[in-house]
């Protein structure tokens, strides 16, 4: 006899396209989902998938079966919705990536917030500097801080930061403070970069703005390493707006080049389209939305 559950668990392997991001997503272990997608295809006298060591993709019967497996469950999570009272409650899980000091600083609090509100909610933060494919490995939503390049995922724009200039009062009283962008070539400079070394290209104000070549001092790959430089009075580094904004509030650096147009960057979260309704993830959107209207270091997107 065919389940459920097993029906659910082959839908989830067709949408990631992979048995470990369906076990993910899930919070099942793989070996549970191999096998209930091989009992399924005996139950069925059918091959689901084709599957390779690097891919599994749906068969042509996979396909016919996943769409009406798709509408068959759509008309029943309505049917058990309306006998519920289309209950409106976050609950299950919600897993959610980030950067890791946005991560930190500012989602965190809000993950904190939901779970102390919602006793059924749980959710699973990832917090990596790296980009994660949402679908492969089982992710329900990501930051993003730029504009997204995965156009194939929904995306909604909830506010902006700034790129801007911070150095430690130490460094400015010293060396003195730039008052224009030129400036900045003639001081010592630290650049959170993995790769680069020898000269750079330092913009601000977007790609209509002012663009200047600098050798910077201190090549580093972490955003933190390099404001610990920078409150060691090493020189002047170029960071976001929320990564600078405990540091320029207690002291230990200051802002320059206020007069100068700042780049602005984006913030999207981001989505497959089918979770685009999940409560789950409406709950947590307004969340953050409602975020970024409380904090300076942050800019709210109208909506």
């Not at 993709?57 to 519920?84: K, N, Y």
């Not at 976050?90 to 965190?108: D, E, K, M, N, Y």
């Not at 790609?207 to 090493?234: C, Q, W, Y």
């Amino acid at each position: 006899m065919i389940d459920l559950p097993a029906l659910r668990i082959f839908m989830a392997v067709a949408d990631h396209a992979s048995f470990v991001g369906a076990s993910r997503k899930l919070g099942l272990s793989a070996t549970t989902v191999t096998r209930t997608v091989r009992s399924l295809e005996t139950a069925l006298g059918i091959s689901l998938f084709n599957r390779t060591t690097r891919s599994v993709h749906l068969t042509t019967e996979g396909v016919e079966f996943l769409a009406r497996c798709r509408a068959a469950i759509f008309d029943l999570d309505g049917a058990i919705a309306i006998a519920q009272g289309a209950r409106t409650a976050p609950q299950g899980v919600l897993s959610i990536t980030a950067p890791v000091i946005f991560g930190r600083v500012h989602v965190l609090p809000v993950v904190t917030e939901l779970l102390k509100a919602w006793p059924q909610l749980n959710i699973r933060l990832f917090l990596t500097d790296r980009v994660v494919h949402l679908v492969e490995e089982g992710v329900d939503l990501a930051i993003r801080i730029a504009p997204p390049q995965d156009s194939a995922l929904k995306m909604q724009k909830i506010g902006e930061v700034q790129k801007i200039f911070v150095a430690s009062p130490a460094y400015l009283k010293k060396h003195g403070e730039p008052q224009v962008f030129e400036d900045l070539a003639t001081h010592s400079l630290i650049e959170v970069n993995e790769y680069a070394a020898g000269y750079s290209e330092w913009r601000q104000g977007g790609k209509s703005g002012f663009s200047i070549k600098v050798s910077p001092r201190l090549f580093v790959n972490s955003v933190d390493a390099a404001l610990t430089a920078a409150i060691e009075d090493l020189g002047i580094v170029t960071a976001l707006s929320y990564q600078t904004h405990q540091f320029v509030e207690n002291g230990q650096l200051r802002r320059i080049l206020t007069d100068t147009p700042a780049s602005v960057l984006p913030v999207f979260i981001l989505f497959p389209a089918k979770e685009r309704q999940s409560v789950n993830v409406r709950t947590f959107v307004s969340a953050m939305k409602d975020r970024f209207i409380a904090k300076r270091s942050l800019t709210a997107h109208p909506t």
